[in-house]
């Protein structure tokens, strides 16, 4: 029988969710080849999925290199292997690591982020399962690895060293209990939620996605990385975008070099105030930016060299206003330079909303924005749903994207398709209507 002392009051605050503590406490760091090999040994006999996670120092050095590989498994426990002592990157280091795993599914959170400093000392897997992307899939609103396990397993893990300087040695204790951490219950977390994913008849797609990243070899590389200077819409004139370019290589060069982060250098300000004053001397240049403040002359006579360098280029040199690129201009500039591919997309961004929502999956997961953007801007001449489908399959669509989203997008471009959603009180029976987000 309940009694009134049994049940809590009204106001009574949630209980606290438990701190994750390590089962096994933490581990010593592989850090020598005797170690190695000890933990191939362990890792070759575990059984089931590894659980695999990797530290770089983003925001303190310029390579993206792994500075501490995290792995678990049933049978042998947790490893934190320090990849630093064994050569420059990339290399083929963990090789047998890598083969003692060959036959495990990876469990990673983001691989998009993991995989390619994974791939820089021989690491790849031959099957993957993301819970990040699971969790995506899901469309749970926060994907974070902290959020996930406090959601779904009932643990509240550490996150106080997320942005700490991993290529620091030696590593301490604190941040290796955080490191052994994130892999501690990400086995446990990747079965709910392909549990969750069997229910939600979402298995075949995640499988699909996971397969596609398990098979990409290298990471794409951005044309003319230079235009993401902070600020550069303010830059006039194709002089204004060399400086940009020359001091922007030039940072990236010195960065490089020392391995430290490209704002250690210079910041984007600085180019941009660089850009618009085009100083035609090193002490007009040193007047600009941090390089009037103190420390700031360490590299004044490389970019002042820069700077007249590309102040002298002939104009055939220069590089052109819009960026180079393989697909459509900016949206930005559809409505009013290209009225009739604005409307196919802003068309086609409402159907797909409309079918991410019918799927519970965020639009972006659905099918990618670029894809979208160049069937919009060239669609088929004759847009039939297989057409549209054979265009998805090009730009890298899984074929799940393409089941549910080719037959709708035919419908778009031949003028086919209407809303579900309920038309507003004084357009009924407009049809598509008019979108607002032509321009976005």
Same mark, same amino acid.
């Given at each position: ?19 994750? =503590? ?39 050095? *310029?390579? =993206?290199?792994? *500075? ?71 469309? *749970? ?36 209990? *955080? ?262």
């Amino acid at each position: 029988m309940t009694t009134p002392s049994d049940v809590p009051p009204v106001d009574a605050p949630p209980p606290e969710v438990p701190l994750l =503590q390590l089962r096994d406490g933490v581990p010593p760091v592989v850090a020598d080849a005797g170690a190695l090999d000890a933990t191939v040994a362990a890792f070759r006999a575990g059984t089931g999925p590894v659980a695999v996670d990797a530290e770089r120092a983003s925001g303190y050095r *310029y390579s =993206q290199r792994a *500075y501490l590989i995290q792995l678990r498994r049933a049978g042998a426990g947790t490893a934190l292997v320090d990849p630093i002592g064994f050569g420059p990157v990339p290399n083929d280091a963990l090789a047998d690591l890598d083969d003692a795993l060959s036959d495990a599914e990876w469990i990673i959170h983001a691989a998009s982020q993991d995989l390619p400093c994974l791939r820089g000392v021989g690491m790849r897997p031959a099957r993957l399962f993301d819970t990040e992307l699971a969790g995506r899939l899901l469309n *749970y609103p926060r994907v974070g690895l902290a959020v996930l396990v406090e959601e779904l397993l009932g643990f509240r893990m550490r996150k106080e060293h997320s942005a700490v300087d991993w290529s620091r040695r030696p590593l301490p204790e604190p941040w290796l209990r *955080y490191a052994a951490l994130d892999v501690e219950l990400l086995i446990e977390l990747r079965d709910v939620l392909a549990d969750q994913l069997e229910q939600a008849g979402k298995a075949e797609w995640a499988a699909q996605e996971f397969e596609s990243w398990a098979a990409m070899t290298t990471t794409p590389v951005r044309r003319e990385p230079w235009r993401r200077v902070s600020g550069i819409h303010r830059v006039r004139g194709r002089r204004g975008l060399a400086t940009v370019r020359a001091m922007w290589q030039l940072r990236d060069t010195l960065a490089e070099s020392r391995d430290v982060t490209t704002n250690r250098i210079l910041g984007d300000a600085t180019i941009i105030d660089a850009a618009q004053a085009a100083p035609t001397s090193r002490a007009a240049l040193g007047r600009v930016g941090t390089f009037a403040a103190r420390g700031g002359q360490r590299y004044l006579r490389e970019f002042s060299e820069a700077v007249s360098q590309a102040l002298a280029l002939p104009d055939g040199d220069l590089p052109t206003l819009l960026a180079a690129n393989d697909g459509p201009p900016p949206p930005r500039t559809w409505a009013n330079r290209f009225p009739e591919a604005a409307t196919r997309l802003a068309h086609c961004r409402e159907a797909l909303h409309e079918l991410a929502q019918q799927h519970d999956l965020p639009q972006e997961n659905l099918l990618a924005p670029d894809a979208v953007r160049r069937l919009a801007w060239t669609p088929p001449e004759a847009p039939s749903s297989e057409a549209v489908a054979d265009r998805l399959l090009g730009t890298g669509a899984r074929p799940w994207q393409v089941s549910l989203t080719s037959g709708v997008l035919a419908d778009v471009l031949t003028g086919t398709w209407t809303s579900r959603r309920p038309a507003p009180a004084d357009d009924l029976g407009s049809g598509i209507g008019s979108p607002s987000d032509v321009g976005s």
